[in-house]
């Protein structure tokens, strides 16, 4: 079935220690997404790749990292986790036609301890 | 700054029918989204607007005016599954979206 994974589904995790959450698509999107989306905020971007290679810092990268080995996987690490990260995490794709609407995974609910 | 402002909830009635505000305020325009998200799940893809008017697609339609910087999402014949938030989202000069917090809409019997 096409579309977007994520893994874990859910986590709690200790302070200080390293975390990847897992993202794969397999819809040969070009351009892939973090966000986090906590309660009364929009979602907000954490890093983002316009194609393979090649990564971005959106608006809230600090204590995350990225990488974009091929098209269709976009893992996230957060390298020592903090209570403030603690959020649910979606991951997106999209192509590069006129519209290139997001398409979600199913989200990652974080709780950093 | 950049913004984006929809009311935080709304309340309608089934088989009525509700409309939802967006205003922002950002830095190039690149197109307006709209997406639905129900509780506990992921947002899915609604309508776009990039050239000002109303785009319909069955019992929801989108209306922009980019002079006023100002959306709004029409749900006509509403339905008890459509309780859900919605999200209006812009994409900007860096052809990044910039996303409103959601607007949750409770329909009741």
């Known amino acids: 079935i096409a579309g977007i994974t994520q893994a874990p589904t859910s986590q709690i995790l200790a302070a200080g220690r390293r975390m990847t959450l897992r993202c794969t698509q397999d819809?040969?999107?070009?351009?892939m997404y973090w966000y986090r989306q906590d309660l009364g905020l929009g979602l907000r971007l954490i890093h983002y790749?316009?194609?393979?290679?090649?990564?971005g810092k959106g608006e809230v990268p600090d204590g995350y990292s990225v990488s974009r080995a091929n098209t269709d996987d976009f893992p996230l690490t957060l390298a020592s986790a903090v209570p403030s990260q603690t959020s649910v995490y979606f991951c997106?794709?999209?192509?590069?036609?006129?519209?290139?609407?997001?398409?979600f995974g199913p989200g990652t609910r974080l709780t950093v301890l | 700054g950049q913004n984006i402002d929809q009311p935080t909830e709304m309340t309608a009635t089934e088989g009525a029918i509700v409309q939802i505000n967006c205003t922002y305020q950002?830095?190039?325009?690149?197109?307006l989204f709209w997406y639905q998200q129900h509780a506990g799940e992921a947002p899915t893809f609604l309508s776009y607007?990039?050239l000002d008017g109303l785009e319909e697609k069955g019992r929801f339609s989108s209306f922009l005016s980019r002079s006023k910087g100002y959306s709004y999402l029409l749900l006509k014949e509403l339905q008890m599954k459509d309780s859900a938030s919605y999200l209006c989202?812009?994409?900007?000069?860096?052809?990044?979206?910039?996303w409103g917090a959601g607007t949750k809409l409770i329909i009741k019997p």
């Open positions: 997106a794709s999209s192509d590069s036609d006129e519209v290139n609407e997001q398409f």
């Open positions: 819809m040969r999107h070009n351009a």
């Open positions: 790749s316009n194609t393979a290679g090649t990564t």
């Open positions: 950002t830095s190039g325009f690149n197109g």
């Open positions: 607007n990039v």
């Open positions: 989202a812009v994409r900007g000069g860096n052809y990044q979206l910039i």
